[in-house]
């Protein structure tokens, strides 16, 4: 297969990945949370229960036919760390498999996705952008993205002649004028919901669209995880996660992993950029991942119980002015909320009338919940987003996208509802006094 840029590398294997992150046999996993648990696992050489942490930079091979067979891809095996290792396949196929569960393909037959796991979300996504666009082609996205990849955007792809533009994705006529204006466009990446203002995409008109434009379509799908959506059904070409958050769940580690419809989604210039540019797992990260992920549908089924519980408190409050949360009847995308997700996802955000002051008050009050960045794990993260992920935005654009001062964003946790209603209640009460 020619790489997506053109050039072609016919003798060199390396840049087939599917043999090592195509799972053996995605029809063989009956339910979800079997596939969370068994998905992606080889028997070990020396029949350790877990795939253990191979903690190995290089790998030996028995002579020089079987180190032919594996460079050529015609055998299956490790060569070098940096380009694929036990632990970090079997997250691999997990993650690949969770996404493409249940879903057929084109060809009517299982979607069989392949995934590389990443030292972080953003090596993740900076494999996709550097592995589908050259200069001169320009990426179609949200006007709201993850500060980080928004930087990469900003900071990384626009000097290098990769361009970026922000649409409306509701708004057809924008859409459409905007393909007109810029036929560069090449890749359109979304993320939904979105951050912190928990906005959806409706994928389904997305994927749509770009298939009727020929364009690539990438989804960010780390704040649902495939056990509540999963892009694949719509058309996207890739996926990507920040690991770091639900799929792990425990906070122990960073990663990420970009994930293609099919295994010649990563083959060429995608696997090649991926292993080229440096950015691989740790295998201890790994195994903390792939432990985090067997409890996934678990974890998340409590996770949206209980910020079902936080957002109807928070709705019937009078110092707070508006709940974002999927679940919510005032939820203004409730419908295409039921359509493109399982459940309600556990990301909530409220804003307090007070404004700034309040919301200083409410974080410095907070006894139990934990004041910090990142998202997705057991314990319930607040931040505030003015002062921390969006610092960076001017603030007529940042309150234009709803990140007004008061704006507060919970991760909701998995302790007992009670106990994080009390402590958000105490903690509003603190500024209500302030
Ligand atoms: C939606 C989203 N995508 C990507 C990233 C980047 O992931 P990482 O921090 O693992 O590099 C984050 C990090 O917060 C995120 O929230």
Redesign the pocket.
């Known amino acids: 297969m020619a790489g997506i840029s053109g050039i072609r590398y016919p003798s060199d294997p390396a840049i087939r990945t599917f043999e090592r992150t195509m799972a053996a046999d995605h029809s063989s996993q009956k339910g979800f949370h079997t596939l969370c648990i068994h998905g992606g696992h080889r028997p070990d050489g020396h029949h350790a229960h877990l795939t253990p942490i191979y903690a190995s930079s290089t790998y030996t091979f028995d002579d020089a036919a079987q180190a032919v067979a594996v460079f050529n891809g015609e055998q299956d095996g490790y060569i070098y760390n940096r380009w694929g290792n036990p632990t970090v396949r079997e997250a691999e196929e997990k993650i690949a498999l969770m996404e493409g569960y249940g879903l057929t393909g084109e060809d009517g037959k299982q979607l069989q996705p392949a995934a590389i796991l990443?030292?972080?979300?953003?090596?993740?996504?900076q494999t996709l952008f550097f592995g589908t666009l050259r200069t001169g082609d320009a990426i179609l996205t949200q006007e709201s993205?993850?500060?980080?990849?928004q930087e990469t955007i900003d900071r990384i792809l626009q000097p290098l002649g990769i361009a970026s533009y922000a649409v409306d994705f509701d708004d057809e006529a924008a859409l459409n004028q905007m393909l007109a204006e810029h036929p560069e466009i090449k890749l359109v990446y979304v993320?939904t919901p979105?951050?912190p203002t928990i906005r959806l995409i409706d994928l389904a008109r997305v994927g749509a669209f770009c298939r009727q434009q020929q364009l690539l379509m990438a989804v960010?799908n780390?704040?649902c995880t495939p056990y509540l959506q999963q892009p694949f059904k719509y058309g996207a070409d890739y996926i990507?996660?920040?690991?770091?958050?639900y799929l792990n769940g425990h906070g122990t580690a960073?990663?990420?992993a970009l994930v293609g419809r099919t295994a010649a989604h990563l083959d060429g210039q995608v696997t090649k950029t991926f292993r080229l540019m440096g950015g691989s797992a740790s295998p201890f990260d790994a195994f903390l991942l792939v432990n985090g992920m067997r409890t996934l549908p678990l974890r998340l089924d409590r996770h949206c119980q209980n910020a079902q519980r936080l957002a109807d408190y928070l709705t019937a409050h009078p110092a707070v002015a508006a709940v974002h949360f999927p679940g919510l009847d005032t939820y203004p995308q409730r419908a295409l909320a039921r359509q493109q997700m399982t459940n309600t996802g556990a990301m909530l955000s409220f804003e307090l009338k007070g404004g700034l002051v309040a919301a200083n008050a409410f974080v410095d009050a907070l006894q139990m919940c934990t004041f910090a960045?990142?998202?997705g794990t057991t314990d319930t993260l607040i931040s505030h987003p003015a002062t921390s992920?969006h610092k960076g935005v001017a603030p007529e654009t940042r309150i234009r996208a709803g990140v007004t001062d008061g704006l507060i964003r919970v991760s909701v946790g998995l302790e007992n509802p009670e106990d994080i209603l009390a402590d958000i209640e105490q903690a509003i009460a603190a500024q209500d006094l302030s």
Do not use: P, R, W
């Not at 993205?145 to 990849?149: D, E, I, K, P, V």
């Not at 990507?240 to 958050?245: F, M």
């Open positions: 990443h030292a972080s979300g953003m090596a993740a996504i993205l993850y500060g980080g990849t993320e979105d951050n960010d780390t704040f990507v996660h920040s690991t770091t958050k960073i990663g990420g960045v990142s998202l992920t």
